[in-house]
């Protein structure tokens, strides 16, 4: 019999096309998603070299990151922006390859759309010059961020050379309470695990928590995977993989279907399999969370209060916490809830999809966003979520409440166009990562699910969502 | 790919950990489509105290006398020294071109981001992992004197200081050795393309949904 193996195993073993001595391999990939940062300079190394992309087939490209969220048919004013765009088109153009254009229906953050169309498939390896690439692993899949040499390495040669990352399985065992979301899963175990404790591992999200999540759930989870430090998050196949993907665009049918469906039902680690760290987390004691500082793991439930950097015994730390709540402008000991917002950011490749819009919908339905709040916006993740989000009237629910309903992309959450953080302003987001100034120059960052940041925008400061619902 | 032997350079102490992508390029740099100049607003937002963009000139901004990169000898620096996990965050190469671009060739720290440490070696930055307490340590000498020089040895993979040296460094042999004679990666790929070509053929048979 041959050795049990873990998910990411098998999905390693599969792609190698050879190794070297020293145990680097050239892994090959199946799907290459493609957005407007980071691939202009690879595009220009291909050409200067002469060389030509390997499998254009492979590649789905998608402008996301600079496009504005108002009204498009003024096109992108930034000329810097603009131009950028542009160059993805004359690229996709020039080499062939498939791109929702700004004005296709289909357009929209890059690891939304990539799962829409079933160019996402359970077994894939999958990569992306964008470090949220590890959503794609929600699926069974492999899939990690890459550096924009490696976006050029894989135009040209269809592979990277890649050394295997260790095996961590973190388990979130038992039902977690009402309420309370993937987010804050994944938040809890970041929490938990620290910004780099998973750097060097490939993580397997595992237990019934998990099991028990959707597919988009599943994603949210993955999707910030390299918030602790771990290149790619994956989740064993299981029925609701499966049901997800029949009848994409993308996904095979009739035969190659079935063939298909036999070979993604292996996609799990068997019994037995080695993970060089497991962790353990009881879903039950996760509550819905808040971050407090300017980085991930600075995260804390909605019924504690800001820490305090006295009580850390690590120099290092104490000294970051410091750092950060100078930056946040919070006094340690403030219970969060007493915490107020400024604007409100509801989007995301980490939660701006269908379910998300409607977890966030129930807590606004009928229900007026706070006066303190300046700016309170929902962005979609794709046209396609944006239009079937109108067709169930989640946008009116929104626009009624107070709410923004814009047109699909990044937006606030890196604050590449013009959505943004002023100096001093504090936002609840739905979105991955609270650096400084990540939101605009100056701006602070809570990172907070779907349903906890309406709450916020309801009233006005930090509120349990599971209360309010 | 420029190839790295040996450097000798002053050490700019960034007492900090979590040194993120974002905070060594904000992202309005990230809109150029570029893969040069990004030197004069590494660090932009701890570097300047007003805000910077891709069209604004930064010979008339107003500089934050503060922050490390901003005082002599640290200026002139062409290694780096930071706390864990150097790098995280956003996979943007940009931040290792930005680090290029201003002088680096070395960053020293006890961990750093996977992405971010891949981007180093495909732009000759080396990125060189050294225990919490030797970094602890050059902290240290460091602030007894500042402008300090250490001389990095990749083929012996050894750091020393003066005259002395204080610590050895891992890296993978494959990595080591494209670093040492600045190959280039896909070229090197590309010598197996009949390889490349022999793998898919059998997947098409075995995996025909993926073509
Ligand atoms: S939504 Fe944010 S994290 Fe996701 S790809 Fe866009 S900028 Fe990156």
Redesign the interface.
């Known amino acids: 019999m041959s050795k049990a193996k873990t998910l990411y195993d098998k999905l390693w073993d599969d792609h190698v096309?050879?190794s070297?001595?020293?145990?680097?391999a050239?892994l090959?990939i199946?799907r290459h998603l493609v957005h407007e940062?980071?691939s202009?300079?690879a595009f220009?190394g291909l050409r200067l070299?002469g060389?030509k992309p390997?499998?254009s087939?492979s590649i789905v490209a998608v402008p996301d990151?600079?496009v504005p969220t108002t009204d498009r048919s003024q096109g992108i004013t930034?000329p810097?922006?603009k131009?950028?765009v542009e160059?993805l088109d004359s690229n996709c153009k020039a080499f062939g390859l498939t791109e929702f254009t700004m004005s296709d229906v289909r357009q929209g953050i890059v690891h939304v759309i990539g799962p829409e169309q079933g160019a996402t498939?359970p077994?894939?390896t999958v990569v992306c010059?964008?470090?949220h690439t590890s959503t794609h692993g929600a699926f069974g899949a492999l899939a990690f961020?890459?550096?924009?040499?490696?976006v050029?390495?894989v135009l040209?040669?269809?592979?990277l050379?890649q050394?295997k990352?260790k095996n961590m399985l973190v388990s979130v065992d038992g039902e977690v309470g009402v309420g309370v979301t993937a987010k804050d899963i994944v938040l809890a175990i970041i929490g938990k695990l620290g910004?780099?404790g998973g750097?060097?591992y490939a993580i397997e999200f595992g237990g019934d928590a998990i099991r028990a999540l959707s597919i988009e759930g599943r994603m949210t989870v993955c999707n910030m995977a390299i918030e602790a430090?771990a290149?790619a998050g994956m989740v064993a196949v299981d029925d609701t993989t499966i049901d997800y993907v029949k009848g994409r665009p993308y996904?095979?049918t009739g035969e190659?279907?079935e063939?298909?469906v036999a070979?993604w039902s292996t996609l799990h680690s068997d019994d037995g399999a080695h993970f060089d760290e497991v962790i353990h987390i009881n879903a039950a004691d996760i509550k819905p969370q808040v971050t407090w500082g300017t980085?991930p793991e600075m995260v804390v439930d909605i019924e504690s209060r800001v820490p305090n950097p006295d009580d850390e015994s690590d120099r290092?730390?104490a000294?970051?916490m410091r750092?950060a709540l100078a930056y946040m402008g919070l006094e340690a000991g403030t219970p969060i809830s007493e915490i107020a917002v400024d604007k409100v950011f509801i989007g995301s490749c980490t939660n701006s999809r269908i379910e998300d819009l409607r977890d966030a919908a129930k807590i606004a339905e009928g229900k007026k966003v706070a006066d303190n709040i300046k700016l309170a916006m929902v962005v979609p993740g794709s046209g396609l979520v944006k239009k079937q989000a109108e067709e169930e009237g989640l946008d009116k629910i929104f626009i009624e409440a107070g709410f923004e309903w814009r047109e699909p992309g990044c937006s606030m959450c890196?604050?590449?166009n013009a959505d943004r953080l002023e100096a001093g302003e504090r936002c609840a987001s739905t979105s991955n990562?609270n650096?400084?100034?990540?939101q605009g120059?100056g701006g602070r960052t809570h990172l907070v699910s779907p349903a906890m940041a309406a709450a916020a925008a309801i009233k006005g400061h930090f509120a349990d969502a599971t209360e309010l619902n | 790919m420029q190839a790295f032997t040996q450097h000798t350079g002053i050490v700019a102490p960034m007492d900090r950990p979590n040194v993120d992508t974002d905070a060594i390029i904000p992202k309005q740099f990230l809109k150029s489509i570029k893969r040069s100049g990004f030197g004069p607003n590494a660090f932009d937002d701890w570097r300047y105290l007003d805000e910077g963009g891709p069209d604004i000139d930064n010979a008339g901004r107003r500089i934050n006398p503060d922050f490390i990169l901003n005082q002599p000898p640290f200026d002139k620096a062409t290694i780096l020294l930071a706390r864990e996990n150097f790098g995280c965050g956003s996979s943007r190469e940009h931040a290792v071109w930005a680090l290029d671009d201003f002088g680096f060739r070395v960053v020293i720290a006890p961990s750093f981001a996977d992405i971010f440490y891949n981007n180093s070696f495909k732009n000759g930055l080396l990125p060189i992992v050294l225990d919490a307490d030797v970094v602890d340590e050059l902290f240290k000498r460091i602030a007894e004197k500042p402008g300090l020089e250490i001389s990095i040895d990749l083929e012996a993979q050894t750091v020393s200081c003066e005259g002395e040296e204080i610590a050895s460094f891992e890296i993978d042999a494959f990595r080591k050795h494209n670093m040492l004679n600045g190959l280039d990666d896909i070229a090197l790929t590309l010598q197996h393309a009949d390889e490349i070509k022999a793998y898919e053929e059998k997947r098409k048979q075995s995996a025909p949904w993926l073509f």
């Not at chain 1, 070297?20 to 680097?24: A, F, L, Q, W």
């Open positions: 096309v050879r070297e001595d020293d145990g680097t050239l090959y199946d940062v980071t202009p300079q220009e070299a060389r390997w499998r087939s990151h600079n930034d810097v922006a131009l950028q160059t498939l077994g894939m010059g964008d470090s961020g890459i550096g924009t040499s490696e050029e390495h040209a040669t269809q592979c050379m050394n990352s910004t780099a750097t060097g430090g290149r996904s095979p190659t279907l063939k298909a070979y980085s290092v730390k000294d970051g750092k890196l604050a590449m990562r650096f400084e100034g990540r120059q």
